[in-house]
């Protein structure tokens, strides 16, 4: 087996609150491994973002507290120093934020925050990197690079803006990639170039990619595996066949329900899981889903345990006995109380 | 299915902690927990309490009258009679130079001025003044730039044309050029409004000439405020919907603009304060034999190598108290509008 | 279309000049109450001389011609002249007292752009640390402390009380060295004027620049920055410090304008140099009209002019002013 890329362990990570230390994340355990594309997926507040995040020691130190362990290529990470981080970010690990437009300096043009990024990492002269932001605009499918490197971010489109930005994160051959919902801003049609992009990319760099998603939709094209969050925890987690074909815990069962489908008969309400997710503060002790969940038993008042099998798990008391009749029960639909 | 344990329902109650405060309470409670503004509060309160003893310092402890000259005055000190205002034996040796700092507080504590008046008595009275001329003055800067914000963010039109131009040119004068000018001017006549005689001695005059100047520079924040409310949704949808202005007004602009206008109070009364004391300086302010803090630097000018007191303690006042206004000011400011200052 | 935008930036700059014309002109020659010649003519002046004064100075004309006459005199024909000194033409005053402002507010501006940049970069640097404490209450207490009084407490030490001293030797007496002239004794003239007028405008520079910095930092493309792997310095300097520019500028221009039209005045009177504000005084105090309009327009024509640089300066500074 493979060292992975990235070996998360007991990952813990508390912010500060008014009434002291709230726990975000919670004992998150995961790899990434090299060359694939593994998928967090869950709703806002999930912790998805926070989690990779702290990967790179851009949390704010005076306000959070990270926990647990983390080996990039063999090499702790959480714990690294600053100038360590540093030399890691942008060219190790990459990371594409949501929203482009926010995301790069405005007053500066495009082609210059490439080449910032590129001369941060490589002796390059200013003439050679900015040949190189030109190539790089060129394969992420911009079709006048040149031009458009001269260009300030308020002048490009949604999308442009977008490959703009994985054009910056690649600039230098990053080994992993985090995608922090990549395609959210855009548009439905320029978010299937977007993602035809991704994975070409991935197939001629080589990198491997940690895409963070709501959209199940986006799971199913792009995911080698796939890791299901929620309210701070990795509640499933399998490769992406497995996870369509048997999801293992209900709370993948809602999401994958809640897909409007294409054919059969149709029906009269869509359908969503009932209620929203705990305050980070206020998680229940037990099962941190039970509260909304149509499958709970007693058993759930107490934290559940992992049901582990040959690579994936899942977070739930109902073990392989009672998964098909928990999975068959309805899921409840929007009108329908607990 | 097994009998329900007690989850708690799938849809989620309402977090005991949102004791629905209004945002006034909650400004208050975080203001309430804000050290600085609080201790910066504090000293303010000391200066006005201080300001507004002034008579009973003057009456009772000190038994000077600050206002008069006492060119002839005597007192007893350890058991001496020092003349208030002994020859000099400076220089040239010509004229007379005034007692200085007894550093009791029954008598000339301060020192006296060339007059033989009591310094400290007329910085306390002078702190009445300024701290009168700074709070009415900042009355008038707030009251005139909501209205004046408020018509031309609201009704825009002509109407907003015609105040910004006014605005434009009011700010474009150099402000102190203005405020002097228009001193200068109302000192030396007197103003009759019909029954109404403005004295030039009397406050009123750098009152509202303070007021006055000012109010471009809060207007102009206002008119943006109420222009941005305007064309908001929830606004919007009021008018579609036909709910008369002035309901509009009373019900979603004013009380953003009050926010607004508090958040304002303690930075114009610095702003006011600083204005008025360089105004007395140039003796466009108070006039004599009245006392500002500002009067009593300029009269202790000539006596600024012999007897420096006279003008340094004001200064030392007027520094403390702008201090405390701007640490007041922040902190009523963040007491409005947080920034989510965590602190693990 | 630049072409028009100009013109009516123009327009608006000579119709804003044109009302405070009108504004100073009412203020003195029109306020009920105010009577120019009564007050050219002294305190107890004889009816005859009053009627004197006023046809001597055209002060029996109807309001718009006296106001005509004087525009004609400063703006075209420039041989107004001052109501107190007869011999003393206003409009050469003024261009003689300029150069003396401009070295004091220029080298306030170079000491007060320095340590506002210093102060507030630093504080943002270790931002809610021990420094960043310590130099937020120096910019308050800087801010607070009047100028005059400042300049008094200068004088104090520097020219009696501790002028015998290393620190204070070689401050020369209050006035003006002309540059020309003497360069080193021009500077030291001046360096104590700089530093009690830079004081005030660092204080606030320091704690804007430091305000717009702190909130800078919120953004994502902070983030961003840091995700590429660039130094912290360097964030701070090219992304947050440049963001945060555009209103440090804007404060600058309109700051700089006000001062050089002569805004400085109590500086100027207190360190005895005769540059535009003093000139200013002066002729308020001695209600010395036609100087007084020429001055304040003088001022107000900087003010007005700092406006529209100060605009044309937000399309360098911020692309997506620029139309496109």
Known sequence: ????????????????????????????????????????????????????LSMLGLLDPLSSRVEGSASFKGANILGASQETLRQIRGREIALISQDPMTAMIPVRTVGWQIVEQIQAHNGLSRRAAWNRAIELLGEVGIANPRMIAGQFPHQLSGGMRQRAMIAMALSCNPSLLIADEPTTALDVTVQ??????????????????????????????????????????????????????????????????????????????????????????????????????????????????????????????????????????????????? | MATEPA???????????????????????????????????????????????????????????????????????????????????????IGVIPIGPTWQLNTYFLGADEQGRDVLARLLYGGRATLFIGSASTAITLVLAAFVGICAGFFGGWIDRVLSRVLDILWAFPIYLLAISLSIVLLNSRIELGPLVIDSSSLIIPIIIIGVIYVPYVARPIRGQVLALRKSDFVTA?????????????????????????????????????????????????QSPGASWGTIIRDGQSLLYSRPWVSTAPGLVIIVTIVALNILGDGVRDAFDPRAKLRP | MMLA???????????VMFGISVLVFLIFFATPGSDPAARIAGKNAAPETLVAVRHDFGLDQPLPVQYAVMMKKLFVTHDLVSFVNRGLKVVPAIIEAAPVTLSLVFGA??????????????????????????????????VAIPVFWLGEMTNLLSQNRLHDTLLFSWVPALGY??????PTGWFKALLLPWLTLSLGFIGIYGRVLRANIVETYQEDFIRTARAKGI?????????????????????????????????????????????????????????????????VMYASFFVVLANAIVDMTYAVLDPRTRSH
């Open chain 1, 1 to 52: 087996m493979p060292t992975p890329l990235l070996d998360v362990q007991g990952l813990s990570i508390s912010f500060a609150g008014r009434n002291g230390p709230i726990k975000v994340i919670e004992d998150l355990c995961f790899q990434v491994n090299e060359q694939e594309t593994l998928c967090i997926v869950g709703e806002s507040g999930s912790g998805k973002t926070v989690a990779l």
């Open chain 1, 192 to 338: 299937a170039q977007v993602l035809d992009l991704l994975r070409r990319l991935r197939r001629d760099f080589g990198s491997s990619i940690v895409l963070i998603t709501h959209d199940m939709g986006v799971v199913a094209e792009m995911a080698d595996r796939v890791l299901v969050m929620y309210a701070g925890r990795i509640v499933e987690h399998g490769s992406c066949d497995a996870i369509f074909a048997d999801a293992w815990h209900p709370y993948t069962w809602g999401l994958l329900d809640s897909i409007p489908p294409l054919d059969g008969p149709r029906p009269d309400r869509l359908v969503s899981i009932p209620g929203s997710p705990p305050q980070p503060d206020k998680r229940p002790p037990g099962c941190v889903f039970a509260p909304r969940c149509h499958a709970r038993i007693a058993a759930c008042a107490e934290p559940p345990p992992r049901q582990l099998a040959d690579g994936r798990d899942a977070l739930c008391v109902i073990d392989y006995a009672n998964r098909h009749a928990g999975r068959s029960h309805p899921v409840h639909t929007m009108d329908q109380s607990a």
């Open chain 2, 7 to 93: 989850f708690g329902s799938a849809v989620p109650t309402l977090s005991d902690d949102s004791r629905a405060r209004g945002p006034w309470t909650q400004a208050l409670h975080r203001f309430s927990r804000d050290g600085s503004a609080l201790a910066a509060a504090l000293v303010l309160v000391v200066v006005v309490v201080a300001s507004l003893l002034a008579p009973i310092y003057a009456g009772r402890i000190a038994g000077v009258d600050p206002f008069s000259s006492n060119l002839e005055g005597e007192i007893t000190l350890a058991g001496e009679n020092i003349p208030v205002l002994a020859p000099s034996t400076e220089g040239l040796g």
């Open chain 2, 238 to 286: 009021a008018i579609g919907l036909g709910v008369p202005p002035h309901r509009i007004l009373a019900r979603d602009i004013l009380p953003n603009v009050i926010t607004t206008l508090i958040v304002f109070v303690p930075l114009m009364m610095a702003l006011n304060i600083a204005t008025e004391t360089a105004l007395s300086f140039l003796s466009l302010g108070v």
């Open chain 3, 5 to 15: 935008a100009l013109v009516q930036r123009l327009a608006q700059m000579l119709f």
């Open chain 3, 109 to 142: 501006a170079v000491f007060w752009l320095i340590g506002g940049l210093a102060v507030g970069i630093l504080a943002a640097a270790w931002r809610d640390g021990f420094v960043d404490r310590i130099l937020m209450i120096l910019s308050l207490t800087g």
């Open chain 3, 177 to 182: 060295v002309s540059l020309h002239a003497d």
């Open chain 3, 231 to 295: 130094s912290e310095t360097r964030v701070l300097l090219r992304h947050a410090l440049r963001m945060s520019l555009v209103p440090f500028v804007t404060m600058f221009g309109l700051d700089f304008g006000a001062l050089v039209g002569g805004g400085a005045l109590v500086t100027e009177v207190i360190f005895g140099l005769n540059g535009v504000g003093k000139l200013t005084y002066d002729s308020l105090q001695s209600l010395d009209l036609p100087v007084i309009m020429a001055s």
